[in-house]
Each structure stands twice: as structure tokens, then as C-alpha cells.
């Protein structure tokens, strides 16, 4: 698990105070206890001291999170499958499976639509 972490609305409502009331880039990052250069590129990417606004940075941070998510398709079981039917071949996907990962041991285990997507994003 990394040791980093997003900042917050309100680390951002902090950085826009020492803004504000004029704090150097050093003063701000020890106030809310990050480095000096996170405060820079935050102040930097959201438009410098002149016109930062911590809820403008919040929403573009969001709005980036947001994008940057693979969609989530396979918990709609229904969707999944019928997506494996129509675009995968899902049988065929299966069975190069179990030839990879023979299962003579345990019959009783069966080849689920997450495994097979996991296994077709590897090849």
C-alpha cells in the first residue's frame, strides 16, 4: 500500500487560506503536513495564487478520478453475460483456460465470466 494519499477539499480550503494570507509554499505544506512540491504542482494546476479556488480544484480532481475508473460492467451479471456470449466466444475462452490451468484435482471448481475477464485482458 502506498504511503501517498489524495488531498482532500479540505487540504485544498487550507492551501487556498495560506494563499490568502500570504503563507510561503513551506508554511502551507507543514500546515496540512505534505511536501512543499505537492503544494506547488496543486497551486500550479489550478490556475497559480492569483485565482486558485479549492472547490474548482476539487471538481477537476473528481471529474479525472472519475475518468480514469475502468467501467465496472461485470457486476451487472445479466450485462456481463451477455457480453461474453455475444463478443468473447465465452466456451472457447473457457476451455483454453482449462487447458492452462488443469483442474483435475479439485472437478467440483468451474470457470466464472471474472476469471475469464481477468485472463483475456493477459492475452
Not at 34 to 55: D, F, L, M, P, V
Not at 81 to 90: G, H, M
Request: overall charge positive; hydrophobic content about 35%; glycine content about 6%.
Amino acid at each position: 500500500m502506498s504511503p501517498y494519499t489524495h488531498l482532500t477539499l479540505k487540504d485544498r480550503e487550507s492551501i487556498l487560506v495560506g494563499i490568502r494570507s500570504g503563507k510561503t509554499l513551506e508554511v502551507i505544506a507543514k500546515f496540512i503536513g505534505r511536501s512543499k512540491s505537492t503544494i506547488s504542482r496543486e497551486i500550479s494546476r489550478n490556475g497559480g495564487r492569483q485565482s486558485y479556488s479549492a472547490s474548482d480544484a476539487q471538481a477537476r480532481y473528481e471529474r479525472a478520478r472519475v475518468g480514469s475508473r475502468r467501467p465496472a460492467f461485470l457486476r451487472d451479471q445479466k450485462f456481463a453475460t451477455a457480453w461474453f456470449d455475444t463478443s468473447l466466444n465465452c466456451t472457447g475462452h473457457q476451455n483454453r483456460l482449462r487447458a492452462v490451468w488443469p483442474l483435475r484435482t479439485v472437478p467440483s471448481i468451474s470457470v466464472t465470466l471474472q476469471s475469464i475477464a481477468g485472463f483475456t485482458w493477459i492475452i
